[in-house]
């Protein structure tokens, strides 16, 4: 059974940097796509970024050049560097593992998530 818990989010001041992380147990991660994914209320999920199986990154216009994403897989983790955070980057923020992509269907299983809420 995969399994996906995130830590590190929390409340920041615009500007400020937090560091998300998501530590995955059941399946060869280095066989898979990690993302991470945010949803605002009363919105779609929306991508964040990803990392292929090779090591290859990609991330959404909104966030490039902020944030960053990087994994250990020895440690089965995958974590998100996001620094310059903005107001619209309040989110619940999930980690995911698939096929890959930019939307969710790319994604089979998908952690509880992790609030990050920025205040002005």
């Known amino acids: 059974q995969v399994q996906l818990v995130e830590s590190g989010g929390g409340l920041v001041q615009a500007g400020g940097s937090l560091r998300l992380s998501c530590v995955a147990s059941?399946?060869?991660?280095?066989?898979?796509?990690m993302g991470w994914f945010r949803q605002a209320p009363g919105k779609e999920r929306e991508f964040v970024a990803a990392?292929?199986?090779?090591?290859?990154?990609y991330s959404a216009e909104s966030v490039k050049g902020r944030f960053t994403i990087f994994r250990n897989l020895i440690k089965n983790t995958v974590s998100l560097q996001m620094n310059s955070l903005k107001f619209e980057d309040m989110a619940v923020y999930y980690c995911?593992?698939?096929?890959?992509?930019?939307?969710?269907?790319?994604?089979?299983?998908w952690g509880q998530g992790t609030q990050v809420t920025v205040s002005s």
């Open positions: 995911a593992t698939g096929k890959g992509g930019m939307t969710p269907s790319g994604y089979d299983s």
């Open positions: 059941g399946r060869t991660f280095s066989n898979y796509t």
């Open positions: 990392i292929s199986p090779g090591g290859l990154t």
